[in-house]
Structures are given as structure tokens and as C-alpha cells.
């Protein structure tokens, strides 16, 4: 099968199977990967008049961007105040701003594009597991005064009223984020991608970039591209291709389950259509789709857990913990996918080497994040701007080695256990 059994790929729009690579071509810029980050470049490239080929391993969306949650909001994968600290408070506003810049970005391209099937549906809410009135509202005027960005506060009978459970309290509501279905998103950029004369290549993995008098050589096992510039988007996918970055991130694996049809229920326990999450570190997010069945999100670990049986019992139990009556529902499917974290937790978008740039580690916040570096990246290969500089103070970090993957699942344990103390109401 060309992509895994996702809920998305069973409601995918046609699309063609694009062939390998075969023989040598030259283009201005190669992009490794068709994700989101690869994409977005990819789009901003050929606007700016740039000759461009993708070359994906897979499929186009095959890796994160097209298993991922579908939630879009403003924000990185770190949050606000650890990058107030790192960077102080006016180069925070200024990140903060691309992050939004990310989310207008996908709006836009869905109309510009008339892209179909991306079953955009808009407002999210952020509900508390313990209560939490005077935090919530002292943070949603923080939001205002430094970031100019609006909240609604809501209480918790309005969110209950909203999400029918006991195990939420106050609330923060954002009418600017939204949700929609990430594979056909892809998918119908891909297809405007090859109508502006994009060339991208399926089934074909790249294993190394060799760099030669100011030119890239991208070598794969069945023909080579010689591009001014190479842009790696390979994500929680990458591999040896990128030696600087494959010591800089960890490959994250995170979950999702789809319910059955809910029938009645679903209205009777999420009354919006909006996006909900909670506010653990790593918390629980979830939306219905058509109409009536739950898509659910939660967990993370650095063991790369497949089997869906083992998946679906650990996200039930998140689920039910939440919603008790969803106890007896089937679970239609469950699937998980790699993300990209650095320790810094911030997108790594860099050039190490003179046309070799790095686009990646969007972490779980990547549909806005990884848009928007995209196409910093591609004004900055096309010299319109070097926006990308701003993310420059987090760069290529060591990522811990062996000891990385056992450091971030405690980090993560602990983590879950002071959520859960907290909540302890
Ligand atoms: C289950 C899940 C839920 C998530 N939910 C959300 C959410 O709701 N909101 C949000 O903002 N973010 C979410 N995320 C995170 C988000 O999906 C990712 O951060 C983002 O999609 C990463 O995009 P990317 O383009 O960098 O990488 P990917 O989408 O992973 O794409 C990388 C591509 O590169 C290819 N590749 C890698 N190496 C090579 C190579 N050597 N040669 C050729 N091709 C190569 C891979 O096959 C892959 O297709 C979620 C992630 C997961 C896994």
C-alpha cells in the first residue's frame, strides 16, 4: 500500500503514482521530502521562478504532515515562555508573528488554490484538566497585551457545555485556529506543485548530497540531481543523507485512533465542530469527522510502537479517562508517525553548508511551522529576505547521543506524573 491505514488515506483525493527518478536532471533547488516543509518550499520556489524537483522516499505527505492531527494554530512546538527566555521578549513577538504567518499561510493556499477535501473547519479550544480560572485568564491577557492575539475565556459550565466531561474546567477559546484534513491538503498542493512545472519523484530515497564547485549533487539509487541548492525536509524520516541534523533532532513517535461512527453520542459529548486539546505538556487533542466519528490524538515515546492493537489499548484508555461512555465503541483505526524534536524544541532551519539548507524539527506543531519555514527558506535561496535568521539562536544542538532517546522518555514520564498530580482534584 502506498500510505499507511490512516483515516486520511481512506478519504484521500486520486492521485496519480508518481514515478521514481530516472537518470540525472538539473534544477535549480532539490528538495528532499514531500512534507509540509517540502511543499510550502516548493510552492514559494516556484512562484519565485525557480526550477524545482521533490524527491520523496515514499509518497507525497507519506511521513507526519499527512497522519498528523489536523489541528492549525499559532505557536511552535516550544512554548512561549521558554522562548521569551532564550530570546527575550520583542524576538519572541517577532517568532510568534511568523508562527501566525504559518497558519494564514495554509487559509490562503486553500483558497488561492481552490484545493478540495480539506474539510477546513475553524475554532479550537485549549480546556484545563484541573481548575485553572485565574492562570487562564491572566495568560489570555498576556496573549493580548505582547502578542496581539485574541482568546476567549470560557468558563467551565461553557466548556462542558461545549465538551460534555468532568474532567475539564476553565477554558481558553481561539476562533484564529482551525482544523482540516492534512493529507488532501498536501495532496492538492502536490498536484498545483506539478501544474507550475514542479517535478516530483516518488519511491526514491536519497542517500547522500555531494557538493561540488558551487553545485549539489543529490545522489539516489536510480539517477542523480544536480541543483544549485538542496533543501532537506525530511523531518522525523531523516536519515544519514544529513549527518548535521541526524545528531541534532530525535525521531518522536506520537498516536492517533478513529472511533467508529458515534451515531447520536458525538453531538451529545462534543456539541462544536470545533478542535479541542487539554493543557498537559503532552497532552490529549481531538475533533469529529464527518460529523459523527472522534479522531483522537495523544502519547508520545521514542520507541517506534507499531502494532496497532497495543496503540489503540493505551489511546482508549486516554480517551475513556475522558469521556467514560466512549468505554465499549470499536476503534476503527490507530496509527502512529514520527515527529522532529531538537532539544530546544524549536524547527532547526539552517545553512550549514553553502547551498545545503536544513528545514526541519517542526515538532508536534508543525503544519504552521513547517509552511512557513518552507517558504522563509525559499525567499531566503531567491534573496528576498533572510526572515529564516530569526530561528538561528536555536540551530544544529546536539541531541544527547544514546543517552537522548532515554533522557526525553523520562522527561516525558515525569512529565505526565506532575500533570497528573496536578489534576488530582
Ligand atoms: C500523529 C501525529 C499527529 C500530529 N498532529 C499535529 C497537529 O495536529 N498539528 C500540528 O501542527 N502538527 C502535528 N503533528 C506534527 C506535524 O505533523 C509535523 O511536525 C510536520 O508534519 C512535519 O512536516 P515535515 O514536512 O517536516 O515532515 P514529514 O511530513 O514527516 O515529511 C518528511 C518526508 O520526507 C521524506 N524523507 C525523509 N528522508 C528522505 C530521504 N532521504 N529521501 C527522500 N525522502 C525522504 C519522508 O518519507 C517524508 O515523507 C503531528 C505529527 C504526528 C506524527
Redesign the pocket.
Known amino acids: 500500500m502506498q500510505y499507511p491505514n490512516t483515516y486520511y488515506a481512506s478519504t484521500a483525493i486520486a492521485q496519480p503514482i508518481r514515478a521514481p527518478l530516472q537518470g540525472d536532471i538539473e534544477v535549480d533547488v532539490c528538495i528532499?521530502?514531500?512534507?509540509?516543509?517540502?511543499?510550502?518550499c516548493a510552492l514559494e520556489l516556484i512562484n519565485l521562478g525557480k526550477t524545482v524537483a521533490i524527491?520523496?522516499?515514499?509518497?507525497?505527505?507519506?511521513?507526519?504532515?499527512?497522519?498528523?492531527?489536523?489541528?492549525?494554530?499559532a505557536g511552535w512546538?516550544q512554548g512561549l515562555d521558554a522562548i521569551e527566555q532564550r530570546v527575550g521578549l520583542k524576538k519572541s513577538q517577532a517568532l510568534f508573528e511568523l508562527s501566525v504567518r504559518g497558519v494564514d499561510k495554509i487559509r490562503q493556499n486553500i483558497t488561492d488554490y481552490a484545493l478540495q477535501h480539506c474539510d477546513l473547519k475553524e475554532g479550537q479550544l485549549m480546556a484545563a484538566r484541573y481548575p485553572q480560572g485565574d492562570e487562564l485568564r491572566a495568560k489570555l491577557h498576556y496573549m493580548a497585551d505582547n502578542y496581539e492575539f485574541s482568546l476567549a475565556f470560557l468558563e467551565t459550565e461553557q466548556v462542558r457545555e461545549i465538551c460534555r466531561t468532568q474532567r475539564y474546567f476553565q477554558g481558553l477559546y481561539s476562533s484564529q485556529s482551525f482544523?482540516f484534513h492534512?493529507l488532501n491538503y498536501?495532496l492538492g498542493l502536490a498536484q498545483v506543485l506539478e501544474e507550475k512545472g514542479v517535478l516530483i519523484f516518488e519511491k526514491?530515497?536519497?542517500?547522500e548530497v555531494k557538493s561540488t564547485a558551487g553545485s549539489q549533487s543529490v545522489i539516489?539509487a536510480t539517477g542523480n540531481i544536480q541543483a544549485r541548492q538542496v533543501v532537506?525536509?525530511?523531518?522525523?524520516?531523516?536519515?544519514?543523507?544529513?549527518p548535521e541534523l541526524k545528531r541534532s533532532f530525535l525521531p518522536i513517535?506520537?498516536?492517533?485512533l478513529l472511533t467508529e461512527p458515534l451515531g447520536p453520542l458525538a453531538s451529545q459529548l462534543i456539541s462544536r465542530p470545533i478542535?479541542i486539546m487539554d493543557d498537559r505538556r503532552a497532552g490529549d487533542?481531538y475533533r469529529l469527522v464527518e460529523g459523527d466519528r472522534l479522531l483522537w490524538?495523544s502519547r508520545i515515546s521514542t520507541a517506534k510502537k507499531t502494532d496497532e492493537d497495543h496503540l489503540a489499548t493505551l489511546l482508549r484508555q486516554d480517551m475513556v479517562a475522558v469521556y467514560p461512555e466512549l468505554g465499549e465503541v470499536k476503534i476503527d483505526k490507530c496509527?502512529?508517525?514520527?515527529?522532529?524534536y531538537a532539544g530546544h524544541k524549536m524547527p532547526i532551519v539552517t545553512e550549514p553548508k553553502k547551498g545545503q539548507w536544513i528545514?526541519?524539527?517542526?515538532?508536534?506543531?508543525?503544519?504552521?511551522?513547517?509552511t512557513v519555514c518552507?517558504t522563509l527558506v525559499a525567499q531566503a535561496i531567491c534573496g528576498i529576505n533572510n526572515d529564516y535568521r530569526q530561528l538561528e539562536p536555536f540551530g544544529l544542538a546536539w541531541n544527547g547521543g544514546v543517552l537522548g532517546p532515554v533522557v526525553a522518555n523520562l522527561t516525558y514520564k515525569y512529565l505526565r506524573i506532575r500533570d497528573q498530580w496536578q489534576e488530582r482534584v
Request: proline fraction near 1%; hydrophobic fraction near 35%.
Open positions: 528532499v521530502g514531500a512534507g509540509i516543509a517540502g511543499l510550502s524527491v520523496e522516499r515514499e509518497a507525497v505527505a507519506w511521513g507526519a504532515s499527512g497522519r498528523s492531527g489536523g489541528l492549525v494554530m512546538a482544523h492534512p498536501c526514491t530515497a536519497v542517500h539516489t532537506f525536509c525530511g523531518g522525523g524520516y531523516s536519515g544519514g543523507e544529513t513517535s506520537t498516536y492517533m478542535s487533542y490524538g496509527w502512529s508517525g514520527l515527529m522532529a528545514c526541519s524539527a517542526f515538532g508536534g506543531h508543525g503544519l504552521n511551522t513547517g518552507g
